[in-house]
């Protein structure tokens, strides 16, 4: 019987060999996309945090299984429960506000409390991965009930197979819809500043084959106004019990939008992204990025400035969305309505 | 007395000697800034179709007027009335949603099937100018009284004296209330795809010593909904009878953000993009651009292209705010109310 686990995904890879103490932990660097497909080896603590803080690897669901794999790879190579636990404590505070990191860091501590054993923690990082692939199954099956032959979707970031371990959240969701036989259109917000849905998602939707369409994130209401959109479909970074959430920046607005126009607007999200200590979304801590990517744009496409130097920028990375301007909450577990929240599904 | 006449704008600037038959006509090429102040001399049609189609020289009322001096350099020239209407025609069809090129041009082409002479078509183009910098002027001097000091507005595009021939409509209106002593702080749309209100609004901006914050298009909403936007000031392509307009695509956007957060939203323009036989913003036609630019960025600062070459693209100049998301409209003849509208003062 072979010992080698080989975990493989759209932008993860892992190979782990227990009894020769192996662990290849790759991430598919997605500022390179779509122009090339490079694969990165983690070997370092330093290289992991700058991977995730500049968004190679990014999707809270994504950075936290791959910081726990990371995590069990470190335990692999013979480091202590007390620099296991400082690594941990390293990788918690990479980015603030997907509670999934918070989460899968969580889990492996209190494996390192109890066993700190690599056999155990490479389990725990395992199943912490296989989770991740079937929680994203289980939104796209409950949430593909929503979506119509003939649905023109409005999407926002990247919320995909580049954005989790798995099929992804709202864009899972899409892609099951399309290998369900039903005719989609997906209209891509590009998502400044950082261009997740020009450069991510529409690689993605590609790769698929679905029918898709690219604008600047301005340009949805006017589709909005227009008809041409049916429903919107958007990610979460973390949920507060209240059902108000946090996700990319920009969220908000088509929220605004999608209430205006009386167009449904869903957000997908494993339970995992639900953080029951949250009351509301005025407790989410937002991260606030540098002015550079607001002045410019960077990344391996090139690397320009357009606006003056001094000019000051506010960046904040997130957005919250309020409950009232969500139609419904699609988890692994179900689809949620507002009287739902109001049960207390989330508390 | 000297028979020269100097006219000069923040990016347009002309000198004219009739008895000489001098007739100098430069622009600032927009698209360098805010890297570099380049001014271009007008020489040619060919020329001047590709500054007013690539945007660099922009803005509804700076365009109109830019026309109808470039022909009257023409005239004096020596070109005759046919291949004057010819040229009238071909600058006609350089944009189709700005009314106020057509009108410029119409008010010359009038000129030229009456008296055809140089002189004339001069004075009429020089008239033009300075009827814009006098409706500029009356325009900041009624929108100034809609400003309290303190407040924190949101601007989108760009509206200033890089779009008319004098100070500028919605911009005009924030720089004069600042010329009153009153403190304001202004958000910056950076207005994607073409990025006018990165490049060229906060060059302005800075240029009058205003305090400015730029932002993604996306941002705003969360701004509203923080309460840390007071007001909305707009420009106008077009204004149809109804009070409906075209602006900059993502106008609407800032629209239906203000109406949710219920923040006034103000749209300034000259009466001359009043278009009295438009009915409504249903007949306003829309420029549609190139994909290129919305794949990417293009500019003086470099030239990138972060989206996947071959997926499709939806890219209006444009887009149409209803009338009844405006709370009022700023004219050089006074504010406008939604009761004046339907008293048929754009009739």
Known sequence: MSSIVRLDSLALKAEIDLQKNLFLLQILDQTQLPHREVWLTMTSLPQMIEAIQSLRVRGAPLIGVTAALFLAGQALSGESPASLQHITQQLYHARPTAVNLMNCLTAMRSQID??????????????????????????????????????????????????????????????????????????????????QGAR?????????????????????????????????????????????????????????????????????????????????GDHIPIEQRIAAEVRGAKGYFGDVTWAPDSVAVYNPAFDVTPAELTT????????????????????
Chains 1, 2 share one sequence.
């Open 114 to 195: 109890n066993d700190a054993s690599a056999q155990t923690l490479v389990d725990t990082a395992i199943t912490l991965f296989k989770d991740d692939v079937r929680l994203c199954r289980d939104i796209a099956e409950h949430g593909s009930q929503l979506i119509s032959n003939g649905d023109h979707i409005l999407t926002h970031c990247n919320t995909g197979g580049l954005a989790t371990a798995g099929v992804g959240t709202a864009l899972g969701i899409l892609q099951r819809a399309h290998t369900e036989g039903k005719k989609i259109h997906v209209y891509i917000d590009e998502t400044r500043p950082l261009l």
């Open 200 to 280: 991510l998602t529409a690689w993605e939707l590609q790769k698929w084959g679905i029918d898709c369409t690219l604008i600047t994130d301005s340009t949805a209401a006017q589709l909005m106004r227009q008809g041409k959109i049916h429903k919107a479909f958007v990610g979460s970074d973390r949920i507060a019990r209240n059902g108000d959430f946090a996700n990319k920046i920009g969220t908000y607005s088509v929220a605004v939008n999608c209430h205006h126009h009386r167009i449904p607007f869903y957000v997908a999200a494993p339970s995992t992204t639900v953080d029951r200590s949250c009351l509301s």
């Open 328 to 347: 419904a909450w699609i988890l692994e577990t179900g689809i949620y309505r507002h009287k739902d929240i109001e049960q207390g599904v989330f508390s």
